[in-house]
């Protein structure tokens, strides 16, 4: 692994069960060279002991406010010398702490003290990630220019499986360690923020800045109907709310949108040139008709991976024994365009039901593609409500659970800023 000298953080640990994963954290960091600071609350001291991080940092760790040793002023002699503050865990309560401005022991009063970045890896059951408190204060921290990292979906130690498990500790040193590159001043993460910016994107219900004035992009959404006969087929329950909250959204930023939608009973942005199909043959056809001058290419849509070979024309009659539907595969559309030789700027989503980071990541590399969204099946298909997990060439992004249209306007700007260059 890469070493980088000379560079100092503190690393601050909150009382969940993922404490156990910052011994590793340390461990990894200090192997990159990195001089790590501990620091923990009280309660994280129940699930790991200051003893074990001391012997694997070398340091004594930072617990109580009331010390004597720095002369009392832990709180703000820790931050100085740090090129960041990293928590992990970041529990819910912690995070409430931080969105508030709390400083009640000595952790917290050192994150508010602080003159550097903070970077934050949440830890904590689905239901309390997914609670309209913990949402809010992620974003208030979004907007506050705290750095977010994770957190995953999977296996959680209550036994039950959603968003919430801390990333592990090879992917937080990663992200450190980019972060670490990038430097204090690069500006990847303001310590003061800069409001006017980050309260546009905490509030994108606000007008968007035409940032994609002139720009045309192509958005399939929805799902898509096979028929078996004349009135059956398959499909599945995409409602279609997650394409047409993304093409509301890239209306609003002054591009012009074409989207192509499978059946749904939902009403189409207006100002969107819409094409109504039904099933992925149809899809694929409308999509190689509207591609010429498209600048990025959004694949919300659940297509069928396998149609019926052999539809009837007939409505098929009731039979006393089985009855076998051969299935042949349809195109894929995203592959098709994204392995274009000259592409647009191809996005993809991927449904997945578990191990979301591992099953998303491969779908975005067998695909070769720049950006793809993941979210987890069961909560974002026909619901009001998602939560998105980006990832690209540089990592994973959460853009935590808001209503779709939030979301929309949050990746409009994310991939907006991704295509700056190659759109100007
Ligand atoms: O419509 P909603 O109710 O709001 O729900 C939104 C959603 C859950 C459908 C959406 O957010 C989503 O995740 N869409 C992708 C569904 C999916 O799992 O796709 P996939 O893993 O089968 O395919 C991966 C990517 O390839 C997708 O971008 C898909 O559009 C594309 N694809 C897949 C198969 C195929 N034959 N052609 C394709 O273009």
């Known amino acids: 692994m890469e070493q980088t000298q000379t560079k100092r953080i503190v690393l601050g640990i909150t009382g969940g069960i993922a404490a156990y994963k ?5 461990r990894l960091l200090v192997k990159q060279g990195i001089s790590v600071q501990v620091a923990m609350t009280e309660a994280a001291c129940h699930f790991i002991t200051p003893a074990t991080m001391q012997a694997l940092t070398g340091r004594p760790v930072l617990v109580d406010q009331w010390d004597a040793a720095d002369n009392g002023m832990a709180h703000i002699a820790a931050s100085r010398v740090a090129e960041a503050i990293v928590i992990a865990p970041a529990t819910a309560d912690f995070i409430a702490k931080l969105a508030h401005g709390l400083a009640d022991d000595l952790l917290s009063t050192m994150c508010l003290a602080r ?19 913990t949402q809010r204060n992620v974003r208030q921290l979004i907007a506050d220019g705290v750095q977010v990292l994770g957190p995953d979906s999977g296996v959680q130690a209550c036994g039950e499986e959603g968003m919430g498990r801390m990333l592990e500790a090879e992917q937080l040193v990663k992200d450190i360690m980019d972060f670490l590159r990038n430097g204090k001043s690069a500006g990847t993460v303001s310590p003061i923020p800069d409001i006017s910016v980050r309260a546009h994107e905490k509030e994108p219900s606000q007008p968007q800045t035409r940032k994609l004035s002139g720009k045309k992009i192509l958005i399939t959404a929805g799902p898509t109907y096979e028929a078996i006969d004349t009135v059956r087929g398959i499909t599945n ?42 099933s992925a043959a149809q899809m694929f056809d409308a999509v190689k008709q509207h591609l010429a001058g498209c600048d990025i290419f959004i694949s919300v849509a659940a297509v069928a991976d396998y149609r019926v070979a052999h539809p009837s024309a007939q409505k098929i009659k009731k039979g006393s024994g089985n009855l076998t539907l051969e299935l042949e ?8 365009v994204a392995n274009l030789p000259n592409p647009p700027f191809c996005v993809g989503f991927a449904a997945e039901s578990e191990n979301l980071a591992e099953y998303a990541e491969q779908k975005r590399r067998a695909k070769k593609l720049p950006l793809l969204v993941g979210n987890l099946v069961q909560q974002a298909i026909g619901s009001d409500d998602n939560e998105l997990v980006l990832f690209d060439d540089s990592g994973r992004q959460t853009l935590p659970r808001a209503d779709k249209l939030t979301l929309a306007r949050l990746l409009m700007q994310r991939i907006a800023q991704r295509k700056k260059g190659a759109l100007q």
């Open 115 to 133: 003159d550097c970045p903070l970077l934050v890896a949440p830890a904590m059951n689905k239901q309390m990630w997914a609670n309209a408190a």
């Open 329 to 336: 595969p349809n195109p894929d559309i995203l592959a098709y």
């Open 22 to 26: 910052a011994a590793e954290l340390a």
């Open 237 to 278: 329950r995409s409602s279609g709310k997650m394409g047409y909250a993304i093409a509301q959204a890239a209306l609003e930023m002054g591009a012009q949108v074409t989207l192509i939608s499978g059946p749904t009973a939902i009403t189409k942005p207006q100002g969107a040139q819409a094409v109504d199909v039904q």
